[in-house]
């Protein structure tokens, strides 16, 4: 079967050269699409297209744009089934995991495409007499986008879209792991007539073409979601220029499990947290933190829940668990649970990697629980990134809350309780930027502000209202008549 051939899309044009293939985690010998890996030139004229677009696109109105971003949800909408299927094919997850996916990043366009009718500035009153004062909202100009592969379209679309809404142009360098989902967002973006240069999409190696956009000359700001390490380098870079940057980046989260929780939803939502789309979600559990009294029963069930997934290929049904990404995704997660073993010894459940029939031509590991993990050992501080779960005790709630804050990061958190003055004693204390109760710490919506805490995050917030701080500006105007 021939492979199918994505190009970069640049002023408008589909662009062509050397190809990199893009193949299944879960079956290597399937080649899901060849990808143009593009290069600094390449990048260079996506900026100077979206430079030239800039003007024309931030003029049109705000409902007009608004109307596009509707048809780009209207278009994926319409191709639902295939981009689920084609996002388990290209990142792994589940069917299930990856349609809802889709129908986020389709929600996405449709919540900021309302946004454009909306867009407020603000109105005050004068100190003086008949002078009339406001600021208006004005785009920051071009901006790079740059997207990891494990939510491949939801985090795309949460950058894409506010930044077109409030007349921004952009440059979208997608995760090479994982880049025919944003791919098919901007092809969305050509047919329903966006003009030439406000969508451009360079895919390629982030560290041959990284440096070119932050260093393209048109650029004003970058958006960049990933890991701590490039997350620190683009900031350094980015500060020489003084961008306006946001970066979203690792975790380490904690589900706080106190003796008086629903012992049943606290093991259901732990082991949910901790092990869907394989761990690879920022906001997974990595840290269960469990009160004395209920420690051994609860690890037992932890233990006995986990066993029961089913790991394979996402594409068939009752499959619980896909494969990791990539190798070097699979490597990480084998090697802490090396490290593990050495700390905490051999883990309860799981950490091997799978072979045999329908396991080979894949990554796939079984979930893995540790227990008895103490602060110090390096499962309770890193991000594995994968399924791996370091169960850890404590006294009560203040020595959990403790443990859970003893971490450089804090993207999300989790608490099972059914205290109403424990639980608010844990909103107020936890050092994180997303915070829930008596539910998984991952599982996000785009109607309210997205991002962490520590060194977790920098910069302003993504999704919600909070987007349309980061992707415009203001422009303050005094009239005196
Ligand atoms: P990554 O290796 O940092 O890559 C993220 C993106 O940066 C990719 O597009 C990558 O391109 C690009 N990149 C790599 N080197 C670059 C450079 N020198 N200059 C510019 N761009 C460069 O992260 P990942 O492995 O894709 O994602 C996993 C990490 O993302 C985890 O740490 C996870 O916690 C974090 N994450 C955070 C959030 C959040 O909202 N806080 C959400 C999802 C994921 P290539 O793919 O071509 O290398």
Partial sequence: MSVPVFRNYINGAWVDGPGFDNRNPANTDEVVGRFVKGSPADVASAADAAQAALPGWAAMNGPAR?????????????????????????????????????????????????????????????????????????????????????????????????????????????????????????????????????????????????????NARPVRAISFTGSCQVGNHLHAEASKRRLRIQLEMGGKNPTIVLADADFNQAVENTVNGAFFSTGQKCTATSRAIVEESIYDRFVEAVVERTRKLK????????????????????????????????????????????????????????????????????????????????????????????????????????????NLSRMYEYIYGIEAGLVTVNLPSAGVEYQLPFGGTKDSSFGPKEQGPAAMEFYSDYKTVYVKY
């Fill in 311 to 418: 790991v394979g290929d996402g594409m068939q049904p009752g499959i619980d668990i896909g494969p990791c990404v990539d190798q070097g995704q699979l490597d990480t997660v084998l090697h802490y649970v090396e490290v593990g073993k050495k700390e905490a010894g051999e883990p309860l459940c799981g950490g091997r990697r799978l072979t045999g029939a329908g396991y080979d031509k894949g990554y796939f590991v079984e979930p893995a629980v540790f227990a008895g993990v103490t602060q110090d050992m390096v499962i309770a501080r890193e991000e594995v990134f994968g399924p791996v779960l370091a169960i850890m005790r404590a006294r009560d709630l203040k020595h959990a809350l403790e443990i859970a804050n003893a971490s450089e990061f804090g993207l999300s958190a989790s608490l099972h309780t059914t």
């Fill in 66 to 214: 608004g109307a596009l971003l509707y048809r780009v949800a209207e278009i994926l909408d319409s191709r639902f089934e295939q981009l689920g299927a084609e996002m388990t094919r290209e990142e792994g997850k589940t069917l299930p995991e990856a349609k809802g996916e889709v129908r986020r990043a389709i929600n996405i366009f449709r919540y900021f495409a309302g946004e454009g009718a909306r867009l407020a500035g603000v109105l005050a009153p004068s100190e003086r007499d008949r002078v009339h004062m406001f600021a208006v909202r004005k785009p920051v100009g071009v901006i790079g986008l740059i997207t990891p592969w494990n939510f491949p379209s939801a985090i795309p679309a949460w950058k894409m879209a506010p930044a077109l809404i409030c007349g921004n142009t952009i440059v979208v360098k997608p995760a090479s792991a994982a880049p025919l989902s944003s791919w098919r967002i901007v092809e969305a973006c050509h047919e329903a007539g966006f003009p030439k240069g406000v969508v451009n999409y360079v895919a390629g190696s982030g560290g041959a073409i990284g440096s070119a956009l932050v």
